[in-house]
């Protein structure tokens, strides 16, 4: 996110617009807006976002806060502010305020300017693009503490590990990381988990465990979504196949928890930071310039889809492509990368095994 900001206010200093921060989102808006001696509304310069481009998380404050909570103080804020276009990075909350936004155009005035959004959140979860920014960032934490984990797992020979993966209701993170670890199983909020597909995997891995009598020296791992499951949870799982396995081999379980949204921005995500906001920059610049607001055609989210950058109309996006319920996309790309996962393994399909016992 300071990348993208970063990127946002250099390219404005060099068009000769003044770039305005609003701190601490709308909230910090709303209730901070004329504090002394410093409010939250900043105009920035270049020396105020030198050296964000390394940084994690976002220098000028996010929260999960939207409009709706006090709509006319947010109109009234951008009108006394003289907000010409507004630039927002964010996850599905700021999708959601976005929307929000469009809707209150035609009772506030002052929301009738371009509005770009560029998604920003390790879940991957905004409709509009096949990828966030940050999402990257999540996937090298998550796969250097698998690695960690799975050194444990191989070590003993006779270990399995049940990681516990962020990532909302989407499945993405632990799926993409169930792939580049070779997991065993991945747990997602898409599939669900059900009783039939436990017993299905506890008889895979007790298989697995009694073919190579602890010579094979990759250990065995199962990733689950946060989401996956209310009742299915990761330490149950872990203790459901520890109860199975009768002796014959270990089960534990691992949360890596806030560890996933830290660290230092990867390569990728700062260079798609900075790349998506110069694009969104444009974008308002030439509709501030010649679109009269009439209509929704200049709010918009920018995304990646395929190897192209697009701007998705936002009514578009929220009524076609948006499963509000579940906070995701309705169609998600890497869908097809699950069934990968479980070929790879050698996870068994619940059509090799019996209907009544899960088993072969």
């Known amino acids: 996110m300071n990348a993208a900001t970063r990127a946002a206010v250099a390219y404005c200093l060099t068009r000769g617009h003044t770039p305005v921060a609003?701190?601490?989102g709308f909230p910090g808006l709303c209730r901070h807006h004329d504090d002394q001696p410093v409010g939250s509304v900043?105009?920035?310069?270049?020396?105020?976002?030198?050296?964000?481009?390394?940084?994690?998380?976002?220098e000028i404050g996010c929260n999960r806060a939207l409009p709706s909570d006090d709509m006319p103080k947010t109109a009234w804020c951008f009108e006394k502010y003289k907000i010409e276009a507004l630039f927002i990075v964010g996850g599905f909350e700021a999708f959601t305020a976005v929307s929000e936004l469009r809707k209150a155009r035609s009772e506030y005035s002052a929301f009738k300017i371009p509005i770009a959004l560029l998604p920003a959140t390790i879940s991957n979860n905004v409709p509009g693009t096949e990828y966030s920014i940050g999402s990257d960032t999540c996937l090298n934490a998550l796969v250097d503490y698998c690695d960690a984990i799975k050194q444990s797992a191989s070590a003993s020979r006779r270990r399995c590990f049940v990681v516990e993966t962020q990532?909302?209701?989407?499945?993405?993170?632990?799926?993409?990381?169930?792939?580049?670890?070779?997991?065993?199983?991945?747990?997602?909020?898409?599939?669900?988990?059900?009783?039939?597909?436990?017993?299905?995997?506890?008889?895979?891995?007790?298989?697995s465990f009694a073919k190579d009598r602890g010579q094979a020296k990759a250990g065995k791992l199962i990733l689950r979504n946060e989401h996956a499951s209310d009742t299915y949870t990761t330490e149950v799982i872990a203790n459901m196949i520890k109860e199975e396995a009768h002796g014959r081999f270990e089960s534990r379980h691992a949360i890596p928890g806030h560890v996933q949204q830290g660290g230092t921005p990867s390569p990728m995500d700062r260079c798609r930071a900075i790349r998506l906001a110069v694009r969104c920059i444009e974008f308002l610049e030439g509709s501030a310039a010649s679109s009269k607001h009439t209509d929704?055609?200049?709010?918009?989210?920018?995304?990646?889809?395929?190897?192209?950058?697009?701007?998705?109309?936002?009514?578009?996006?929220?009524?076609?492509?948006?499963?509000?319920?579940?906070?995701?996309?309705?169609?998600?790309?890497?869908?097809?990368?699950?069934?990968?996962?479980?070929?790879?393994?050698g996870r068994p399909k619940p059509e090799d095994c019996c209907e009544s016992c899960g088993r072969r």
Do not use: C
């Open 167 to 207: 990532g909302g209701k989407s499945g993405y993170i632990a799926t993409i990381a169930g792939l580049s670890i070779g997991a065993t199983a991945v747990y997602t909020p898409e599939e669900g988990i059900n009783i039939k597909m436990l017993a299905r995997d506890i008889e895979h891995l007790r298989a």
């Open 42 to 58: 900043r105009e920035m310069s270049w020396l105020d976002v030198q050296g964000w481009v390394s940084r994690g998380g976002s």
């Open 22 to 24: 609003l701190h601490n």
């Open 296 to 345: 929704s055609s200049d709010v918009v989210v920018i995304g990646i889809k395929g190897a192209s950058v697009v701007f998705g109309p936002m009514e578009t996006v929220e009524k076609q492509e948006t499963n509000w319920k579940d906070r995701r996309p309705k169609d998600e790309s890497w869908l097809e990368l699950k069934t990968i996962v479980d070929t790879l393994s």
